[in-house]
Each structure stands twice: as structure tokens, then as C-alpha cells.
């Protein structure tokens, strides 16, 4: 049985969703902790609900989807829908008009909340530092 939760397409289509909110370039640490709070919502106070659920398990996969994100990031840019930008600062990620395009044909429920989901973290997180955000991510853990 093909697994789609958390697989390389379903994070692939979540990539396009996050770099059209944007709407500017991103790094892979970005992508991946404004992924991971989106999905998480609840979790981390930003909204009411958690896309993936409720668990005690929930945050155990974050180890996992640093590779998850890398390969479909790397997807992605070989595909043509996102463009790779270096910097001094390392890679950094965009969309283009043909990842818009894919992503304006996402109708499906899913893509819809996760949208919503990216826009609340987009909110929450605009004016925080990196550092602020990654106290965000990672301090919530400790407390449980």
C-alpha cells in the first residue's frame, strides 16, 4: 500500500502551498519549521486544530521530515516548479509561476486548511527572529 501522510508528494504539494503564501524566498530551515508549525497549529497555540491530529506522538517526526522536505525540495526544483536561488546565506527557495499554477488547482480540503494553517504562521511568526521562532519549535517540546 503507496503511504501518502507525510510522503514526499503530500509534502511536495504542502511546499508549493507555503512558497505561494510567502511569496518570497525561504530557506530549507524555514520551509521546515513553518511546516512543521502549520501542521501542528494547535499544538503551538496558532489555531484550533492540528492537520494531522492529535497525538502524543505528534512532534516525533520532526528528525524525519528534514529528509522529507530536502528530497521534495529537490523535486520540486528538477521538476521546474520552484527556483533555487544561492545566497550567502545558503539555498534559498521560491515558487514560480508554473508551482502557482499547481498550487491554484489544489481544491481538495486538505490544501485548503493547510493554506489557512500557513497564513496563521505567517501571522504568528512575521516579526519574530529566528531565534524567537526556533524557541517556538522546540521549547513547546520540552515543556510536554
Do not use: W
Not at 60 to 85: M, P
Amino acid at each position: 500500500m503507496m503511504k501518502l501522510y507525510n510522503s514526499s508528494f503530500e509534502i511536495s504539494l504542502r511546499v508549493l502551498i507555503l512558497l505561494d503564501v510567502y511569496q518570497k524566498p525561504l530557506s530549507f530551515d524555514s520551509i521546515k519549521e513553518i511546516d512543521i508549525l502549520s501542521t501542528y497549529c494547535k499544538y503551538y497555540n496558532i489555531g484550533n486544530t492540528n492537520l494531522h491530529g492529535d497525538s502524543s506522538y505528534t512532534l516525533s517526526e520532526i528528525a524525519a521530515r528534514r529528509e522529507l522536505i530536502n528530497d521534495a525540495l529537490k523535486s520540486l526544483v528538477l521538476q521546474g516548479y520552484i527556483d533555487l536561488k544561492v545566497s550567502p546565506d545558503g539555498f534559498l527557495y521560491s515558487i514560480n509561476s508554473v508551482g502557482s499554477e499547481i498550487h491554484k488547482q489544489m481544491t481538495s480540503d486538505y490544501a485548503i486548511e493547510y493554506e489557512k494553517s500557513v497564513k496563521l504562521v505567517k501571522k504568528k511568526i512575521s516579526n519574530l527572529s529566528s531565534k524567537e521562532i526556533n524557541n517556538l519549535l522546540y521549547c513547546t517540546i520540552r515543556r510536554d
